[in-house]
C-alpha cells in the first residue's frame, strides 16, 4: 500500500526504514500496544477484532484520502519491524501534525538503544513532515513518566513547549502531560 498525499514512500537512514503501515504488523503492534498501554492514549486492551477494524477503516482509508487523518509507518531495521508510528491529528490549515512511536516492547528495555533509535525514527518522520508535505510544525505529547524520551526529543530539535499538570492517571497516580514542538524552519536550520 502506498500514500496517495506522499511523492515517496519510505525513506531510509543506515540499515533503518520506514514504509507505509503493513497490515502484516498490526498484530505485533497490537501485542505492543498492549504491553505499553501506560504509555498511550489508550483505555482498554486491544482485540484482534479492534486490530482489523482499525486497519481496516482508519488506516486502509488513510492510503487513498488526499488529507490523510494519519499517516503511519512500520518501522524496520534491516528489514525486520522494530516499531511504528508517524503522524497523527495532521491538521492541513495550520500545516501542523503529531508525532506518534511505538517500540518493540523488548527494545524498549535498553533505554540507549531505545533512545537511538527513536532519534533515527524521528529524522526519517521528519523529512516526510517537513519536506514532503510542507508542514509548519510538529508536536509530541509525552507523559513525564519517561525521561530518556523525553531527552531524545530535545536531542532531536524539539523544545518543551509547554506542561498540563496532573493530566493523566496512570496506576491511580496523576502524572504531568508534556508538549514538544519543533518548526519547519528549526528543521531547515539543521
Not at 498511550?40 to 486491544?46: D, G, I, M, P, T
Not at 497523527?88 to 523488548?106: G, I, M, P, Q
Amino acid at each position: 500500500m502506498s500514500y496517495k498525499i506522499l511523492k515517496k514512500q519510505a525513506h531510509r537512514l543506515g540499515e533503518y526504514h520506514i514504509t507505509p503501515l503493513r497490515k502484516e504488523d498490526m498484530f505485533s503492534i497490537m501485542h505492543w500496544r498492549n504491553q505499553q498501554i501506560d504509555y498511550l492514549r489508550q483505555a482498554k486492551k486491544l482485540t484482534k477484532a479492534d486490530q482489523i477494524r482499525y486497519y481496516e477503516s482508519t488506516v486502509m482509508e488513510s492510503f487513498s484520502a488526499s488529507e490523510p487523518k494519519i499517516i503511519l509507518f512500520s518501522f524496520l531495521k534491516s528489514d525486520k519491524l522494530i516499531g511504528y508510528g508517524g503522524l497523527t491529528n495532521l491538521n492541513y490549515l495550520d500545516k501542523r501534525a503529531e508525532l506518534s512511536f511505538l517500540l518493540d516492547s523488548k527494545r524498549t528495555q535498553d533505554k540507549a538503544s531505545y533512545s537511538k533509535e527513536f532519534e533515527v525514527f524521528i529524522a526519517l518522520v521528519k523529512k516526510v513532515c517537513f519536506e514532503d508535505l510542507k508542514f509548519n510544525r510538529l508536536f509530541a505529547e509525552t507523559y513525564d513518566l519517561r525521561d530518556y524520551h523525553i531527552k531524545t526529543l530535545s536531542r532531536s530539535g524539539f523544545k518543551l513547549e509547554g506542561k498540563m499538570r496532573e493530566h493523566v492517571k496512570i496506576k491511580g497516580k496523576f502524572v504531568d502531560s508534556l508538549i514538544h514542538g519543533i518548526l519547519r524552519k528549526d528543521y531547515v536550520k539543521r
